[in-house]
């Protein structure tokens, strides 16, 4: 009995480890939503497909230049009013604040940079994070290795404001060929989402070109330099991650560099953009009588970011004043290095005009000795390319750029009359006239946002050409387009694609790069293909596990790296068989929807955000893809757009069932055109089984008659209404989604599903859910017409609000459709019989990297005595059903196990009553037909083990079930008896040694 133990103890404490490091692996998706995925290791992470390590800033026309970017306006004190306001007021009815939309303008445009491999300095914060981490030298999330040596500086950042003295400014280290010392930040992430960082770091002649690796919390490292003998003495932005709640990512700073008497400097990292925390009011910006906006530092006017940057050793008032039209300028030249040549910054900064008129307009100042030196001529460029490539796309947005053709404006500017011997240029681009009805609806377009950007930064390019020595003023290239990853027969993966546009959209590209990742939004690195006609690129079998991939292509050249495409998912073919294919139809993205954003000021308090992430990012493949391998990690994933689908790319016949996402998608894109018709049509008729999800379906098929009789008969689905005015559902009684009930999002978490179409079933289909509240009625409809089966959503499953919530609705559907089911056929012969036993005995006790080979019948990743009861459930069938739950066994079950004829439900009970109980029962062989029997008691049982019962033969010649002898050893303590009785002890030990 003391061996059993051992071993059990053993088991015990290792499968603690195991269960440990799975749950290391779950990771939080957004707020309310998590995801499970294998990081990339080193005896997976594709080298043998060429993956680099890590991905570094790409590489461009602006490498070397430093741009500096602001958005106008934000929220400020006003004495007048007694409260802060936004600095500009919304035009009735056009649904634009200035100050908001400038710096969602901002940054787009410092998304591009960065791709084109500038250093970006912003005025105002990127993006929208409302939670911050800022990690000083001396804070606990803060380790170092290798030599480093403590500055007595008196210009340093101390992330509490000094409020309490550091005794350290910061530290630094001398620079080395070879990396010799980091320094890494280590950050407690709150909550997860994306995370813009930024870096601090006091400038000086004796900087270097600094290595920064951001490892975000996918196991992906991204690394971005930063020339802090150039700039410095303030926040510079290097870029945004995705990371987890808590400590799984991190900043790292590296010494590794080229040079001599160079060091590089450890001071504070950034993680996110927080909320205001700078009391302004009558007695001045500062003063502890003043009160808190209340508001997000984003959406703060330029000085109160800038006053929280500017460190120790300064007075803050001294370096950029107190005005909210000047500080982003003064802080420009006051974070650009003296010895930098002219032509190596630029300041550039976002406004939209009021005053009646349309299009965009570079501005100087009108006095000739405010201007900077090339003012006319920066601001002529950014004006021009605006205009001319917003007109050359008229047709393809929704309305017509204006006419006009002069492209700048001089009046007095105090943000940029920075005189003749400024250090750098400087203008503000009025993007568009928001007083403009017309021109108000495209700058909420977010396509119409991002070729502004582009066109600035294309502005930039033409600027630094001309008075920067610029050698390759390339444009970088636009973004693939018509992404799929499937997987072939032999297990190898093609992911294709085709280019996107030329000429005013993007240069020409001259590679494709494919970003590789194992939850979608974190990216471990890529391979490069050559060529500008390039469209595809596969992944050996034999660099892949069985675990989900997920990939994104961007186009490259010499001038920078495209914006990223839509994400695809694939996951090799299992030895089950099973293939699900995932069509992405959610192209839509416009302004209808954007995120509705409340302000506590005045008019109607609520106006559009141009915020990519809340309203399509082209990757909610992921929480699909993830629904289905926790449910089911046998079935072979693949992923298309549904142009690739169209031109013929993919087909649906290839696939045991196809989940068909359409998002918010409606009458302007297509939810469904002529031809996905036809090919969803003749899939269904063959015997094919769809889920359909999306909120405006019904309203484009069948209340517009762009589909009614497809979706009538196809979909099963009649259109009731457009808006069940309520984002909760439940399952309907009876139905396979009986029992649950969940919500679907607002627009706080991903996007808001906003018009939920309400749907009755058609032709046979019954009700699967309903909403609760609101107007009621049906919320998804179910089909089954035996081979072919149907489930229709009126909202998009993305939105699901909880990952738990969206697993269990994606569980119901694989049962509805028959996939996924446990199975114990673990060598794919189409038969449960002995050689799956010893497949399972094989495989035992593995928890990494497994595959149904390995013995896991239940999808689980572990083989465990679970997957040992659906083997004896069963066993001698040549079409395994699905496994009914199983009890967990005990004594009764053990008790009541009295035959000496030993199945599968004896020995399963066994196995896991040991496995609980740290008992030690004897076991005994009988017939050719059986394995092993149970005794009947404990007691019987330990009377029985001094009695052993006769040899039977080795093997079984009618059930090819192999007996104890031919598969373990006796224990030692038996050598001596000729009767082959074997102990559940050796049993266990003889499985946990052999895995």
């Known amino acids: 009995m003391g061996s059993i133990h051992r071993y059990l103890s053993k088991f015990s404490r290792r499968s603690s480890r195991w269960l440990s490091h799975i749950a290391k692996k779950r990771s939080r998706l957004l707020p309310g939503k998590s995801l499970r995925y294998e990081p990339l290791e080193d005896r997976i992470a594709l080298s043998g497909d060429g993956l680099t390590d890590f991905v570094a800033q790409p590489a461009g026309a602006l490498d070397g230049k430093i741009v500096y970017t602001s958005a106008g306006h934000g929220l400020e004190w006003n004495n007048g009013l007694g409260r802060w306001y936004n600095g500009r007021d919304e035009v009735p009815g056009t649904e634009v604040l200035e100050s908001f939309g400038n710096q969602d303008q901002m940054t787009f445009y410092a998304d591009y940079l960065l791709r084109a491999g500038a250093t970006v300095v912003p005025m105002r914060p990127v993006g929208h994070q409302l939670n911050e981490v800022v990690l000083d030298n001396d804070s606990a999330g803060v380790t170092y290795s290798g030599s480093w040596s403590d500055s007595t500086s008196s210009v340093f950042y101390d992330e509490d404001y000094g409020a309490t003295t550091d005794s350290v400014s910061y530290r630094f280290a001398t620079i080395s060929p070879t990396e010799t010392a980091t320094a890494t930040y280590t950050p407690d992430i709150p909550e997860a989402g994306f995370y813009p960082v930024y870096t601090w770091v006091l400038d000086s002649f004796n900087r270097t070109n600094q290595l920064y690796r951001i490892h975000d919390s996918a196991g992906g490292v991204t690394e971005i330099t930063v020339d802090h003998s150039k700039v410095g003495k303030g926040w510079v932005y290097l870029g945004t991650y995705h990371f987890d709640a808590g400590t799984s990512g991190?900043?790292?700073?590296?010494?590794?560099?080229?040079?001599?008497?160079?060091?590089?400097?450890a001071d504070a990292i950034r993680f996110g953009n927080g909320m205001g925390d700078l009391k302004d009011g009558p007695n001045g910006l500062g003063h502890s009588s003043g009160t808190l906006s209340g508001q997000p530092r984003e959406d703060e006017a330029a000085l109160l970011w800038l006053w929280r940057s500017i460190g120790q050793g300064n007075n803050p008032a001294s370096v950029i004043g107190t005005s909210h039209v000047s500080a982003p300028t003064l802080m420009a030249e006051y974070m650009n290095a003296d010895t930098n040549p002219f032509g190596t910054s630029v300041y550039i900064g976002f406004h939209s005009n009021a005053g009646g008129g349309r299009g965009a307009v570079g501005l100087i100042d009108q006095t000739f000795s405010d201007q900077t030196p090339n003012q006319p001529e920066l601001a002529l460029y950014t004006g021009r390319q605006i205009n001319q490539d917003l007109q050359a796309l008229n047709g393809q947005f929704e309305h017509n750029w204006g006419t006009r053709t002069t492209h700048t404006f001089s009046s007095n500017f105090g943000e940029i009359d920075l005189g003749q011997n400024a250090e750098m240029d400087a203008t503000i681009i009025e993007t568009a006239f928001h007083d403009s009805q017309l021109d108000s609806e495209l700058m909420r377009d977010p396509k119409v946002r991002s070729q502004i950007a582009r066109s600035t930064y294309e502005a930039t390019l033409e600027y630094f050409d001309d008075f920067g020595g610029l050698s390759n003023p390339l444009s970088q290239p636009s973004v693939p387009q018509g992404i799929s990853a499937t997987t072939d027969a032999s297990g190898e993966i093609p992911v294709s694609w085709t280019p996107g546009p030329t000429g005013v959209q993007g240069g020409t590209p001259s590679a494709y790069r494919v970003y590789v990742s194992r939850n979608g939004y974190g990216f471990s690195g890529y391979v490069e293909v050559a060529g500008a006609g390039a469209g595809s690129r596969t992944f050996a079998a034999a660099d892949l596990d069985s675990n989900p991939y997920y990939f994104k292509v961007v186009a490259v050249n010499s001038g920078g790296e495209s914006p990223r495409s839509m994400v695809a998912s694939a996951s090799k073919q299992d030895s089950s068989g099973e293939s699900l294919l995932i069509v992405n139809g959610f192209d839509r993205n416009d302004r209808f929807l954007n995120e509705r954003?409340?302000?506590?000021?005045?008019?109607?308090?609520?106006?559009?955000?141009?915020?990519?992430?809340?309203?399509?990012?082209?990757?909610?493949?992921?929480?699909?893809?993830?629904?289905?391998?926790?449910?089911?990690?046998?079935?072979?994933?693949?992923?298309?757009?549904?142009?690739?689908?169209?031109?013929?790319?993919?087909?649906?016949?290839?696939?045991?069932?196809?989940?068909?996402?359409?998002?918010?998608?409606?009458?302007?894109?297509?939810?469904?055109?002529?031809?996905?018709?036809?090919?969803?049509?003749?899939?269904?008729?063959?015997?094919?089984?769809?889920?359909?999800?999306?909120?405006?379906i019904g309203w484009d098929l069948d209340n517009l008659n762009n589909g009614r009789t497809f979706y009538n008969n196809e979909l099963k689905a009649n259109y009731v209404s457009d808006d069940a005015n309520t984002y909760n559902v439940q399952g309907a009684a009876g139905s396979i989604f009986a029992g649950l009930t969940f919500s679907f999002d607002d627009g706080s978490i991903f996007y808001d599903a906003q018009f939920p179409d309400q749907i009755s079933p058609l032709g046979g289909a019954t009700t699967a859910l309903n909403y609760v509240g609101g107007s009621g009625g049906g919320a998804a409809i179910q089909f089954d017409g035996g081979a072919t089966k149907v489930v229709t959503f009126g909202f998009p499953f993305e939105t699901i609000t909880t990952e738990g919530d969206s697993e269990a609705v994606m569980d119901r559907v694989l049962e509805f459709f028959g996939l996924g089911a446990p199975t114990a056929d673990f060598d794919a012969n189409s038969s449960v019989d002995g050689s799956d036993f010893l497949a399972w005995q094989r495989g035992f006790g593995k928890v990494v990297d497994v595959s149904l080979a390995d013995g896991d019948a239940n999808s689980d990743g572990q083989v465990n005595a679970d997957d040992l009861a659906v083997w004896q459930t069963q066993y001698g069938q040549s079409t395994p059903p699905p496994l009914a739950a199983a009890t967990d066994p005990g004594g009764a079950e053990i008790a009541a196990a009295t035959s000496d004829d030993l199945n599968g439900a004896n020995l399963a009970a066994i196995v896991d009553y040991f496995y609980d109980s740290h008992e030690t029962l004897p076991l005994k062989t009988t017939t050719l037909q059986t394995n092993l029997a149970a005794a009947p008691s404990r007691q019987a049982a330990s009377q029985s083990e001094s009695n052993p019962a006769s040899a039977s033969p080795t093997t079984s010649a009618d059930t090819g079930i192999p007996t104890p002898e031919a598969t373990l050893p006796k224990e030692d303590s038996e050598s001596s008896v000729s009767s082959p009785l074997k102990s559940v002890d050796q049993m266990f030990a003889e499985w946990y040694e052999g895995s």
């Open 597 to 696: 954003f409340t302000y506590p000021f005045p008019n109607d308090g609520q106006v559009d955000r141009v915020r990519p992430r809340f309203n399509n990012t082209f990757d909610y493949v992921v929480q699909v893809a993830n629904s289905i391998e926790v449910n089911a990690p046998n079935i072979a994933i693949n992923t298309t757009s549904n142009e690739a689908l169209i031109a013929g790319g993919v087909s649906l016949s290839d696939y045991d069932a196809v989940v068909w996402i359409s998002g918010e998608e409606s009458t302007a894109d297509d939810t469904f055109n002529g031809t996905e018709q036809t090919l969803v049509t003749n899939y269904l008729n063959a015997g094919g089984k769809l889920l359909v999800s999306g909120a405006e």
């Open 250 to 265: 991190n900043v790292e700073i590296s010494n590794q560099a080229t040079g001599t008497r160079k060091v590089v400097v």
